[in-house]
């Protein structure tokens, strides 16, 4: 118990380095893009929802769009440019590693 209380800071950096390595990770798995279309007549944000919100919520995908392109409602309509969030998730995350005069 002694060497924990002596050694606290040592321990709180440890979990803080593990902490951040976890959420690097997680974040690096995922691809955020932006798609800008023109709405055409019969398209509603909640059938762009089904075609572009893959990974994500509908909901939360219809309310960044919303946020991104500043509507006041659900109301879209035809000819209007809308901006669109892509989550993608990186599916092949590896780490490559090149060795000096490794040409494989």
Same mark, same amino acid.
């Given at each position: !118990? =002694?060497?924990?209380?002596?050694? &606290?800071? %040592?321990?709180?950096?440890?979990?803080?380095? !593990?902490?951040?390595? %976890?959420?690097? @990770? =997680?974040? &690096?798995?995922?691809?955020?893009? %932006? @798609?800008?279309? =023109?709405?055409? $007549?019969?398209?509603?944000?909640?059938?762009?929802?089904?075609?572009?919100?893959?990974? @994500?919520?509908?909901? /939360?995908?219809?309310?960044?769009? !919303?946020?991104?392109?500043?509507? *006041? #409602?659900? =109301? %879209?309509? @035809?000819?209007? $440019?809308?901006?669109? *969030? #892509?989550?993608?998730?990186?599916?092949?995350?590896?780490?490559?590693? /090149?060795?000096?005069?490794?040409?494989?």
């Amino acid at each position: !118990m =002694t060497f924990i209380k002596n050694n &606290s800071y %040592i321990l709180l950096l440890i979990a803080l380095c !593990m902490g951040f390595a %976890i959420i690097g @990770t =997680t974040k &690096s798995l995922k691809e955020h893009t %932006i @798609t800008e279309i =023109t709405v055409m $007549e019969g398209d509603t944000l909640w059938g762009l929802a089904l075609h572009h919100a893959e990974n @994500t919520s509908k909901d /939360q995908w219809m309310k960044e769009v !919303m946020r991104l392109n500043d509507l *006041p #409602t659900v =109301t %879209i309509r @035809t000819g209007e $440019e809308l901006i669109l *969030p #892509t989550f993608e998730i990186v599916e092949d995350f590896k780490v490559i590693t /090149q060795l000096a005069g490794d040409d494989r």
